[in-house]
């Protein structure tokens, strides 16, 4: 007996469920009839609060069959609730003749089609086959959908990766350009990265001010040997040919602005000043981003610590007195701090690449 109930069963546990919501229980009954002679396993709600609280506690369905017109909530406003919140589950309204209107309107809100009453069953078979496979095109239609977002998003990636590299082998070309620079891109990003930790930064940011860091100066690509090895002092176009490389590695990099915007701005604004003396924009203070502080810092400290083609290089004991003579004027105080202590021994530098 109890393996005959089993057998029983076991279809309807397995087919897909449905749901029929209407107060009329001899319609309900009916139609949910009609469903299970499709194949599915019907639930049964007499309002749209049943049906809600039912759906809650079961799970969706594929397929909700509700009359239009309910007390209570109304057949509108249950597929209203239901396309919210089980965005997959194809709704079919039931209709008496006089609310076809409302029926009509339930479309637009999202209801795949509607019944009209009295319901004959050859009707209702072909209205919920159809509205089934219209469900599984929708979905199949999402699915295709979200890869495609997916695949573009996974080739944004690989495009930036291939310009990053691109870019990393330009910073290369240049430290190979200026025999000082050797190993200046690396070590002021390691510096940078571990000031930015002091200071808060993890994530994202952090790995915006490490790229940053490496590519700070790319813009010297564009200026000319004779100005970068000049080992005397420059004169004022000499200068102002150098000042362009912070616009110039800004432009080269302009393919990052959307999705790495700090790290344009490192490029474009390590050689502010506290003071407003820097350049290209002479910021002052606060309206210096904070990541481009940082790296201007770390920069200043590498610049003293190696040798460079119109002077010898200090000792990292000296440089960070540099940095501490120049603080306010010339270097953030909090990003002074933050390098001194995360570098508190001397003797360990520079860093060796
Ligand atoms: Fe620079």
């Known amino acids: 007996m109890l393996d005959q109930v089993a057998a029983a069963l076991e279809p309807r546990a397995l087919a897909p469920r449905c749901l029929v919501v209407d107060d ?20 049964e709600a007499a309002d749209g609060a049943a ?39 194809a709704v079919l309204m039931l209709s008496g003749v006089a609310d076809v209107k409302i029926a009509v309107a339930c479309l637009d809100k999202g209801a795949l089609d509607y019944i009209a009453k009295p319901a004959l069953l050859e009707e209702v078979r072909a209205r919920v086959a159809k509205a089934l496979e219209k469900r599984d095109l ?91 090895n000049k080992p005397g002092p420059l004169t004022d176009e000499e200068f102002l040919h150098i000042t362009e490389h912070t616009m110039l590695g800004e432009k080269i990099l302009a393919p990052l602005a959307r999705e790495n915007p700090t790290v344009l701005r490192i490029v474009r604004n390590h050689h502010e000043r506290m003071d ?55 270097f953030d105080p909090d990003v002074v701090r933050a390098f001194l202590a995360a570098f508190p021994d001397p003797g360990q530098l520079p860093l060796t690449v």
């Open 276 to 330: 407003g003396r820097g350049f290209p924009d002479r910021l002052a203070g606060g309206d210096i981003p904070f990541e481009a502080r940082i790296v201007c810092v770390v920069d200043a400290f590498d610049a003293m610590t190696t040798n460079r083609a119109y002077r010898a290089s200090r000792t990292p004991q000296a440089a960070m007195e540099e940095l501490e003579r120049c603080v306010g004027t010339h």
């Open 138 to 228: 929708l979905l199949q239609r999402r699915f295709y959908q979200r890869n495609l977002e997916l695949r573009v998003r996974v080739q944004a990636n690989r495009i930036k990766e291939l310009f990053l590299q691109g870019v990393q082998t330009l910073a290369q070309a240049l430290e190979a350009k200026d025999a000082y620079t050797s190993g200046h891109s690396i070590r002021v990003s390691r510096y940078a990265v571990q000031t930015a930790v002091r200071l808060g930064f993890t994530g994202e940011k952090l790995e915006e001010i490490r790229l940053g860091g490496e590519l700070h100066d790319i813009g010297k690509i564009g200026t000319r040997e004779a100005v970068l």
């Open 51 to 89: 049906a809600l609280r039912l759906l809650a506690e079961q799970g969706e369905v594929p397929l909700v069959i509700s009359d239009v017109n309910m007390p209570g909530i109304s057949g509108m406003e249950l597929l209203e609730e239901i396309t919210r919140r089980y965005p997959d589950t």
């Open 24 to 43: 009329d229980a001899p319609v309900r009954s009916a139609i949910a009839k009609v469903t299970q002679l499709l194949g599915l396993a019907p639930l």
